[in-house]
C-alpha cells in the first residue's frame, strides 16, 4: 500500500521570504514537530519548532536556511518506508513530492501509524514468538515452512533485533496450538526467546529443576 491515499494538503506552505515570528505562530496553532518552506513554489525544507523557538523572530527564514532539514516521502513509497521515514528524522509531519519534485501535501505519523495498528499482524487473533538464531543461519523461508509444516499460518514477521552475530525474529502465529512449532524451531537450531504456557519443554525443564533441587535437600 502507497502513501497517496493519506496525502494532506491544508495547511498554505510558507515562504523562505517570511519571517521567523510568523512561522513561530504557526506552529503555535499546530501540533506538528516540522513545518515545510518553500521557494518561489518549490519545497526546499523542513524548519524544526525546537529550532526556530530560538531564532530571531524579525528576520526570514532565509537567513536560517541552513537549518532547513530537506527530507521528504514519494506519493509511491510504501508505508513501511514512510514510517521509516518519520523515525528516521525524528519527525511528525513528511513533505510528499511526485517524480518531479513538486509538492503534493504531507502525511502525519498518525495516519501512517494507524495502517500498521491496522494490519493483520496485530489485529487478527494469534500468538506472539519470538526466536533467535545467528545472522548466516535463518532464513524466512525456513521459518515459514516450519510454522506452516505445523498446520498454522504465519500472520507476519519482521527483525526485532541484532546483536554481534545473532538475530532475532518476531513472528505473529495464526491461532494454533503453539507446543510442536516451539519444538520444531528448536530441532532446526533456533532459540525460542518468548515464554508459553504450553512449552512442554519449558515445562520439563522446570519439572528436572525441583527435582534436582529436593535431591540437593535430601
Request: net charge negative; aromatic share 12%; hydrophobic share 35%.
Amino acid at each position: 500500500m502507497n502513501i497517496e491515499p493519506y496525502i494532506i494538503n491544508d495547511i498554505k506552505m510558507p515562504e523562505v521570504t517570511d519571517s521567523i515570528g510568523e512561522i513561530q505562530s504557526l506552529f503555535s496553532e499546530l501540533t506538528y514537530s516540522h513545518i515545510p518552506i518553500q521557494h518561489d513554489g518549490q519545497y526546499i525544507g523542513c524548519i524544526s519548532e525546537n529550532d526556530i523557538r530560538s531564532f530571531d523572530p524579525e528576520k526570514p527564514v532565509e537567513e536560517y536556511q541552513y537549518a532547513l532539514e530537506g527530507f521528504f516521502a514519494r506519493a509511491h513509497d510504501n508505508w513501511l518506508d514512510t514510517l521509516h521515514a518519520f523515525a528516521k528524522n525524528d519527525t511528525n509531519l513528511l513533505p510528499v513530492l511526485d517524480e518531479e519534485n513538486n509538492y503534493l501535501g504531507y502525511v502525519e505519523l498518525h495516519d501512517i501509524m494507524n495502517i500498521f495498528t491496522e494490519a493483520p499482524f496485530l489485529n487478527n487473533p494469534g500468538g506472539i514468538l519470538i526466536i533467535e538464531k545467528g545472522y548466516k543461519d535463518y532464513s524466512f523461508s525456513e521459518i515459514s515452512q516450519i510454522v506452516e509444516s505445523n498446520g498454522a499460518h504465519l500472520l507476519g514477521a519482521f527483525v526485532s533485533g541484532m546483536d554481534n552475530d545473532m538475530t532475532q525474529i518476531t513472528l505473529k502465529i495464526g491461532q494454533s496450538p503453539l507446543n510442536a512449532i516451539l519444538q520444531s524451531f528448536r530441532r532446526y537450531g533456533y532459540k525460542v526467546v518468548s515464554t508459553h504456557e504450553e512449552d512442554s519443554f519449558s515445562t520439563d525443564l522446570r519439572d528436572r529443576s525441583r527435582y534436582l533441587d529436593k535431591y540437593l535437600n535430601i
